[in-house]
């Protein structure tokens, strides 16, 4: 690493801690904190949901996918689209009916507030659970880069990103969120157009590519085992989707913070198109690797385009590389901060305590994230003592996470829309056994390796079903229970 790249990286850290302290000057109340006073532009709102969705998983995992198989992962981010269509339609226009902060709000008018607080819970169990993966993931080029240890990158980035979030709340959150953006993305176009320059350009590596299956995009055949399949990514990805964007406050609180429902809708529809461009230029960066012959087997998935990155990357370019991929690295951390935070303060503490003042809501909500930010650091070291050994590209693991709780989440909105006869205590009750069935799924292969044999054949289950089949457990043991229950219908 030379001079000039330490530079460029160090320049970068310097302007994210000084947009969030610029961007403090002016907040009064939680609203400003949480909500950016519901006045940010569509178009940053959008950018802002692509780098937070995204983060450094994609940069680092993505083009391990890439290499090592074809391009049928792109099969769900389209998916995601018609899931974010799906959301657009029925689910925004209920966010924008009255002053609700969170996600949650809705579901205290349909179920009441101990709903809305074990709802919450879930999410908040989500987010931390998901986003530890992703920070892990973000540290791994760090360490590589510095010669550091993993923990010790963990510790830093966070350290730095911790600082900003603190400051400057979501507002500093979403314009760091278009900055990083525009770094990686920079970053990863500069990557394809050098690896496929040492394939012997990009129309070689195409060839090859073609020649070798590796640009096959659908993938037409039905299982249930077999991880990217057409119906498997579309149905999978558009649940998937409707689950994070329609009732994950990480995203919902993005959307609440622009100027109308149109814009909304603007930014979480052109936030699908850009996801897929997105997630297509680094499978390709993936694919031109491969074709250089720069992805062999015996280098784990999640290391494959930080060492394309350290080995091959001219000076100024590898420091910009690296600081995109700590930018997105750091986009999930002040993203997740920042959501939990407002989850907390507001689903939990002011519901419970009564509390409707902004400028104390304001001073919870800043002691709230200074305490995440210290959960999540720890949840990443923890995920990387959970991974050692491990060869499952971080992504995979980070949504099949996310999955767990996303099920349940979904579930309820649906089940508020469908069923009057349902109860909140019938949707609690729904929540936990759909939860719990789903960690036994998402963990049945490694339970069956220590000797629960019986779990062999769920543990081949492919993780895009993960949420379509939470979904279905969910709505079913509600209505199931409401029926038992014997009760009459709510109002």
């Not at 959501?339 to 909500?365: I, N």
């Not at 019986?454 to 081949?460: D, K």
Request: aromatic share 10%; glycine share 10%.
């Amino acid at each position: 690493m030379t001079p000039l790249d330490l530079a460029v990286i160090a320049a970068y850290f310097i302007a994210t801690v000084g947009l969030g302290l610029w961007l403090s000057r002016d907040q009064r109340g939680s609203g400003d904190y949480f909500l950016g006073a519901r006045d940010l532009p569509a178009w940053a709102v959008m950018l802002s949901i692509v780098a937070t969705e995204t983060s450094a998983v994609t940069v680092i995992s993505t083009p391990a996918l890439g290499a090592r198989g074809d391009l049928t992962f792109l099969q769900l981010p389209i998916g995601y689209l018609i899931g974010r269509l799906g959301v657009s339609l029925w689910l925004l226009p209920g966010y924008f009916r009255g002053d609700q902060e969170t996600a949650y709000t809705r579901l205290e008018t349909r179920f009441g507030p101990a709903t809305r607080r074990a709802l919450s819970l879930v999410f908040l169990i989500t987010r931390f659970l998901g986003d530890g993966v992703r920070i892990f993931a973000g540290a791994i080029p760090l360490a590589l880069l510095t010669d550091w240890s993993i923990p010790s990158a963990i510790v830093v980035m966070s350290v730095v990103t911790i600082g900003y979030t603190w400051f400057g709340g979501i507002k500093a959150v979403i314009w760091a969120d278009v900055i990083q953006l525009v770094v990686y993305l920079a970053g990863g176009i500069a990557a394809l157009w050098i690896a496929s320059s040492l394939a012997g350009g990009f129309g070689e590596t195409l060839t090859l590519a073609g020649e070798a299956g590796k640009l096959r995009v659908f993938n037409p055949s039905f299982s249930f085992t077999a991880p990217y399949t057409l119906l498997g990514g579309l149905l999978g990805g558009a649940l998937l989707s409707a689950a994070s964007h329609g009732t994950d406050h990480l995203i919902v609180q993005r959307l609440l913070a622009t100027r109308s429902l149109r814009d909304a809708r603007v930014a979480l529809i052109g936030s699908g198109v850009v996801v897929i461009a997105q997630f297509l230029l680094f499978l390709l960066v993936g694919t031109a690797l491969w074709a250089a012959q720069l992805a062999p087997e015996t280098t784990p998935s999640n290391e494959i385009f930080g060492r394309f990155v350290l080995s091959h990357l001219p000076s100024g370019l590898r420091g910009l590389v690296i600081a995109g991929i700590l930018a997105a690295a750091m986009s999930t951390i002040s993203s997740s901060i920042n959501a939990l935070a407002s989850s907390l303060t507001h689903d939990w503490y002011a519901s419970l305590t009564g509390e409707r003042d902004p400028a104390k809501l304001l001073r919870v909500g800043r002691a709230v994230s200074l305490l995440w930010g210290t959960l999540l650091t720890f949840g990443a070291l923890g995920f990387h003592a959970f991974t050692t050994g491990n060869d499952t590209p971080a992504v995979v693991l980070a949504l099949s996470i996310a999955s767990v709780t996303y099920g349940a989440l979904l579930g309820a909105y649906i089940l508020a829309g469908i069923s009057r006869r349902v109860t909140g205590p019938d949707v609690i009750l729904a929540a936990v056994v759909t939860v719990v069935i789903m960690l036994v799924t998402v963990f049945s292969a490694r339970l069956a390796t220590a000797g629960v044999t019986i779990l062999t054949p769920l543990g081949t289950l492919a993780w895009p079903w993960y949420v379509p089949i939470g979904t279905t457990i969910m709505v079913g043991v509600a209505l199931v229970a409401s029926r038992l229950r014997g009760g009459t219908a709510s109002a």
